[in-house]
């Protein structure tokens, strides 16, 4: 389907370029086919209440609906989309032609796009819990021409379509737990993309089914608004000083005065004596760190701070909006940011605070070097049914919830 040259052709091919360009600086290859989708579907006819210029901004989502201050509904950020695509399509075999995808959150962009990568053969359904949203993806999707995909409004905590299974189904809202109805609505060997919360932070994991378990394939770090309905898990905040929170994730109980007085004593900072080029990607270190510092019999948590604090260097976190944490009776430690040197390079760091910090700072800061000595790996999710016998899980760390035991090792990138 193309797009009418009246309404912003321009800007849309320049999208495209903009995600391919910024695929390549990653170190991945987009696929001819999501390319090939991202310039067929228009994406202003998703966002009619958007100037041009900011339905074709590659980096921004767009909210679609409020509640108060909270976003509950959006069309996702292009950059995220496609990547999510990819790794949908790279992790079945042979590709999104021809499949049958079931789609959970309902923005309506993404299910034209999918509808397109599917095609003649495939189908696409689409659901969510909000009907007003549902009505807006039906109304866009049908003004796009694409009158073919299913929308349905219903919690997808439960099956959509009892009986049936998909090839693919993709999650766009975050999820803090695999729901069983997702798994059993899966084609055997089918796979789930799903941004889903562990340890406090979001990933977006590409799973393979095999029997009753789930193992990714891939993953990519994202941001979601959160899940509705019987799948929501609130996400908590606890203030341990002005402009600085911890944000809780699991089901964790925080002595936060506790924490504020052990925030409140002078700093000790800990360097690794590592240089590392611009480059460098550290998301998969901080994963390593969380399950590093459970098994160690700490607890993990993730530090937040407004930037007005950070300026006034109460905390010096590697980034505000979520940086691993670990706490114990005798120190605060999260990661730190980084230290550049005259030739462009960087060095990682630790800062902790309380009676024990200095040796905190130095576990945290060893921890990186493994991570580091390692040839940095890369996580393995594994997703098995609540209540599996521990004998039965592979070994690693493992953070039970409320449906599922999930499980995470590590393999060299």
Not at 73 to 91: C, F, N, T
Not at 247 to 263: F, M, P
Request: proline share 5%.
């Amino acid at each position: 389907m193309s797009v009418d040259t009246a309404s912003g052709e321009g800007l849309h091919a320049a999208m495209v370029d903009q995600l391919v360009a910024g695929h390549a600086e990653k170190g991945l290859v987009m696929r001819a086919e999501v390319e090939a989708a991202l310039r067929s579907v228009p994406r202003h006819l998703f966002t009619p209440d958007a100037a041009l210029t900011e339905a074709y901004r590659a980096d921004q989502a767009l909210v679609t609906k409020r509640i108060g201050d909270e976003a509950v509904s959006s069309v996702s950020a292009p950059w995220l989309i496609a990547e999510m695509l990819g790794q949908a399509a790279d992790a079945i075999d042979g590709g999104l032609a021809g499949r049958h995808v079931l789609e959970i959150g309902s923005g309506g962009y993404n299910a034209a796009l999918l509808r397109e990568l599917v095609g003649p053969s495939g189908s696409v359904t689409t659901v969510d819990i909000d009907r007003e949203v549902t009505d807006r993806a039906s109304a866009c999707l049908i003004a796009a021409g694409y009158d073919d995909v299913v929308v349905v409004c219903a919690d997808a905590e439960e099956a959509v379509n009892p009986g049936r299974t998909y090839d693919l189904i993709i999650v766009t809202v975050g999820a803090w737990d695999i729901s069983p109805a997702w798994s059993a609505q899966l084609d055997e060997n089918g796979t789930l993309v799903v941004p889903l919360r562990t340890f406090g932070m979001t990933r977006s994991w590409a799973m393979r089914r095999t029997g009753d378990r789930l193992v990714s394939h891939s993953q990519r770090l994202c941001g979601f608004v959160s899940m509705q309905g019987a799948g929501a898990h609130e996400v908590r905040y606890v203030d341990i000083a002005d402009g600085v929170h911890l944000r809780l994730d699991e089901d964790q109980q925080v002595n936060w005065h506790a924490v504020g007085e052990l925030l409140a004593q002078p700093p000790a900072r800990t360097w690794a004596g590592v240089s590392l080029p611009p480059r460098t990607v550290l998301a998969d270190l901080d994963l390593w760190l969380a399950t590093r510092i459970t098994d160690a019999g700490q607890q993990f948590v993730v530090l937040t701070a407004q930037q007005e604090t950070v300026d006034a260097g109460v905390v010096a976190p590697a980034w505000r909006f979520g940086t691993p944490a670990a706490l114990n009776d005798g120190a605060f430690c999260y990661r730190s940011t980084l230290r550049w040197n005259d030739e462009d390079m960087f060095d990682l760091g630790a800062c902790a605070h309380g009676p024990d910090a200095a040796a905190a700072a130095g576990r945290m800061v060893g921890q990186m070097r493994a991570w580091l000595d390692a040839g940095s790996p890369s996580p393995v999710l594994h997703v098995l049914p609540a209540g599996t016998p521990d004998g039965d899980l592979p070994a690693g760390t493992v953070l039970d919830k409320r449906h599922s035991r999930l499980v995470l090792t590590f393999t060299p990138a």
